[in-house]
Structures are given as structure tokens and as C-alpha cells.
């Protein structure tokens, strides 16, 4: 019997799942799992929708559908916690499994504390992830960098340090470092990301460590709650997942990888938030003189809450109606407001209309508010 904080190998047992799978397919085979199984109502996972840019968020409560969810999406650039409360009501009245990037986990418990999302309703299904790339800018770097035609590109992955695409004419891979030195890749939140492993959920899956015979064929699955722990059992016993302990070698690989990856994410905060010291105030002022008041960066944040999205509806002493930009105070009043709990998701920023790098300015100010009350935290981002 596995148990919390044992690491596997697993792969699913369905052959059109394994046709469409990432790797193991284990992620897709547990979830179908536990719908069929009552474990869970209902499903909520990312399917693709028309192209390979369009990550379409997708509620299943049929177990047939579910192979349809197979697979990474890496321009998939949406959050889910918000989806959880604004579709779904805060998961109240139904159980719901739910495919998480560590962005869509630390949204769910900050909507969670928050009273917004009920998380024992929640089974949480982990995908490591390394970062996404936002849609529009992939199809740009796609033309303009790997000189194809996005939309002949019916497959995308990053594998050992490179954006590889497959398309029309072949395939075509570009390493990461080189296309984000030259302004594309990964979203400049994602850079920042330092939670690559979701060990807040239930289970952690991904494909670093996975080694030998095994490779590219199973899902490596870290067990990090006794929920996670028991559907794997059970999903096992039944022979919906195939299982074996992890390599022993590939543990230490996964291990490597990620500690690479964070210092990588080091490396893009000191140099982000190193840009901004000395000016950020001015900084913001030049940026969000842009805004045009659409707000959805408030609409789109997991942390801002409805109320403060009430309070910025209506003319204020911040936004007065019919006054084009905002006042900055409207600005600074949202940084204040999420300072303590900005996750660095990326939403407002991407969903800016007018591309003001809001993310950046919250997260700078979050990393700060953390390096001033847990200076373990967040110290070494802000070394020279
Ligand atoms: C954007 C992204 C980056 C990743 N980076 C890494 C990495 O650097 N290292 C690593 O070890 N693993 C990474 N993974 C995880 C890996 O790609 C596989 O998802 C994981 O190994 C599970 O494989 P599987 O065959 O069991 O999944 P499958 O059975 O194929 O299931 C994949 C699941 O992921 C969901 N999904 C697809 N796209 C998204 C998205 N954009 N956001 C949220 N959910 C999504 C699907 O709905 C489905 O439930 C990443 C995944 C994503 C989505």
C-alpha cells in the first residue's frame, strides 16, 4: 500500500487515454477514477480547444469525456481558482477533482482562506510545471523565431530546456534560455515561479525523474496527502493504474531539476525586481497611465475580493467616473490591497488591455512585504 511521501511511477491501464497523454497518462486515468467511482460528482481539468494556443477549462461529470483532457497545454495560461467560485460555486455543494498547476493551487487557498472555496470538497490533482507561455506571444515567437506558421503547429512541449513544436513540416526545438535573452518564452511570472512541485495537493505528477524502461511511459507521482494516498491505492487494487516505485536515481534527477529550476527563478527576480529598485513609484506612474479602467485586473485576480471590486465599480475618492487614467492611487490602493497575498499568477497582467507588467509591480511589492516579515522567505531575491 502506498502512503503519503512515497514517490511512484504510474501509467494508466485505458489505451485511449495513453493515446493522448502527456506521459503516463496516470493524471487522466485517476480522475476518470474517481468519477467513475463516486469519489468525486464532477471534474474540472483544461482541454484544448481550437488550436494548440486555446486552453478551454472544462467541467466533466461523464467519465467518457474525460480522455478528451489528455495532455499539456503549455500556452494554457488560465487560473482555475477563480473558475471554482465564480461557475461553481466555491465547490459549497459537490466534490470536485481538479487538475492544478502550483498557480491554480496557491489561488484555491488563498479564495479557500478566504471562506470563498470549500477544500475538503476539493480532490487536487498536482501537475508540476516549469511555466507556460502566453498564446499570443507563442504564435509571435513561433513566426517570427522558429520561422513556422503557428497555426500549422498541432503539437507544442518543453523537454530538457527547449520550446520544441511539432508542425506541418516536422518539428523544431529552440532552448528556452536562448528565446527568453531575446524577449519570448515563458511568461515573465512564470520565470519568477519558485513553486514548480504542487506538494500542496493531494498528489504531485510530472514527468522530471522519470528514468530506465519507463521513460516517457509513466508519470512521476509524489504522494503528498492520505486522499492522494488512497486513491492511488484504490485506483491501483482496481487496475485502472499500473504502479512501481520510483527509481531510486530518479528521485535524485527530479530533485536536481528542481533545485535548478529555483535557482532559475531566483536568477529572473533579481534581475526583474533589480530593474524597478530606486524608481518603482515613478515606474508605476509612466506604466499605469495607460489604464483605461476596465478592471480586470481586480476581475481576474484570485486575491482581490468582490468587495473591493464593488467599492472600484462606482465613482470613489480613487476612480471618478468618466476620468481617463484613474487616479494612481487606485492603482497603489490594489497593491496595498493584495500586498500580503499576491500569488505572482500572472492574470492581471496577461489580461491587461492595455500591457501594463502589472504582475510584476505586485509581486516586487509582495516579494518586499516578504522580506520584510519572513526575511527567509524572500531575502536572497533582493541581493545585489
Ligand atoms: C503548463 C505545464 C507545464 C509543465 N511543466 C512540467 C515540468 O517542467 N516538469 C514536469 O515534471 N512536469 C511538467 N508538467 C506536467 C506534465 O506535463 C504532465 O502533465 C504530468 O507529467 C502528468 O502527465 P500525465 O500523462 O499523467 O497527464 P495527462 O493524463 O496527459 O493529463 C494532463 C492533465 O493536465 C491538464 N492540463 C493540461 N494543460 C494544462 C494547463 N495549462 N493548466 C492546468 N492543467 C492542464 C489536463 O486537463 C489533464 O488533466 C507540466 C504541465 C503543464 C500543464
Partial sequence: ????????????????IAAKAECGGAVTALLKYALENKMVDAVLAIKKGQDVYDAVPTYITDPKELKD?????????ILL????????????????????????LMGIYELAKRKEINLDNLLLIGVNCGGTVAPVKA???????????????????IDKGQFIIEYEGGHKGIKIDELEDNGHGRRTNCRRCLYKVPRQADLACGNWGVIGEKAGKATFV????????????KAAKSVAIGTCPAEPKGIEMRG??????????EKWRKRDFTALKNNLWSIIGNETSRCIKCYSCIENCPVCSSA????????????????????????MRRFAHISDSCINCGQCEELC?????????????????????????GASAYKN
Fill in 1 to 16: 500500500m502506498a502512503a503519503k511521501g512515497e514517490m511512484l511511477y504510474a501509467w494508466t491501464t485505458d489505451t485511449a
Fill in 69 to 77: 483532457t489528455a495532455g499539456s497545454l503549455h500556452c494554457g495560461t
Fill in 81 to 104: 481558482s477563480k473558475v471554482i467560485t465564480k461557475y461553481l460555486k466555491g465547490a459549497k455543494n459537490k466534490k470536485i477533482a481538479i487538475t492544478v498547476k502550483g498557480c491554480d
Fill in 139 to 157: 504564435r509571435k515567437m513561433i513566426r517570427d523565431v522558429f520561422k513556422v506558421d503557428p497555426d500549422t503547429v498541432h503539437k507544442e512541449e
Fill in 222 to 233: 509524489e504522494i503528498c496527502s492520505d486522499k492522494g494516498a488512497d486513491l492511488i491505492n
Fill in 256 to 265: 536536481k531539476v528542481e533545485s535548478a529550476m529555483l535557482k532559475l527563478g
Fill in 308 to 331: 473591493a471590486v464593488k467599492a472600484n465599480g462606482k465613482s470613489s475618492l480613487m476612480v471618478d467616473n468618466g476620468v481617463l487614467p484613474p487616479n494612481p492611487m487606485f492603482h
Fill in 353 to 377: 488591455a492595455m500591457d501594463i507588467p502589472l504582475a510584476l509591480f505586485s509581486h516586487a511589492i509582495r516579494s518586499e512585504v516578504d522580506v520584510a516579515f519572513e526575511p527567509k522567505l
